[in-house]
């Protein structure tokens, strides 16, 4: 599965490779980040004791990690925390959906809140609200998601993709705050 991703990676890079219009490539470059987040989501579970479920804490490090990487952050300028009430683990149906809903909102944290490569940090908490449900929050400090910002009706793909997921692929809820930055927080069953 990791190798069939890999070379869909690999032609969507040939492919924005050959476009010389800058929003086709970031849209190659996004889809491309997508597919590593899903690529990664079977390669923890190809590493571990259990191959139908994967430690949720231990995937946001290794993904925010590799999002830093892609996007040339400088981790001198960016504090990234991951904060998990132990291991929190999900089964192989809520990983793929939860990591690529990860992925959007840390993605769109690095490209967004923090204009002009300027210093901010990005808190990651993953816990367990009761036996049955987990509550994921992803907050950052910077300049805020726009009023305008309806995270139910989006307009843009990636929050789109994100409500979706919620709705649809692990039956939760989603909610944002807009205090002292941008703070996503997510509840679905386990």
Do not use: W
């Amino acid at each position: 599965m990791k190798n069939n991703m890999q070379v869909i990676s690999g032609l969507l890079d040939l492919q924005a490779r050959s476009s010389k219009n800058p929003e086709l490539m970031e849209m190659f470059h996004e889809s491309q980040i997508r597919i590593q987040a899903m690529a990664l989501v079977h390669e923890k579970l190809y590493g571990s004791k259990d191959f139908a479920r994967i430690d949720l804490a231990g995937y946001v490090r290794t993904l925010s990690q590799e999002l830093f990487q892609s996007y040339k952050i400088n981790p001198g300028k960016m504090n990234l925390i991951v904060q998990a009430d132990g291991e929190v683990y999900v089964d192989i149906n809520k990983a793929i959906p939860c990591g690529l809903i990860l992925n959007e909102l840390i993605s769109n944290a690095l490209q967004h809140a923090f204009p002009g490569d300027g210093p901010g940090e990005i808190k990651i908490i993953i816990g367990e609200t009761k036996e049955t449900e987990i509550e994921i929050v992803i907050r950052d400090n910077g300049v805020g998601l726009p009023d305008d910002v309806d995270i139910h009706q989006p307009r843009t793909v990636g929050l789109h993709l994100v409500n979706g997921l919620v709705k649809n692929q692990i039956d939760g809820q989603i909610e944002v705050r807009r205090d002292n930055g941008t703070e996503f927080r997510i509840k679905f069953p386990l």
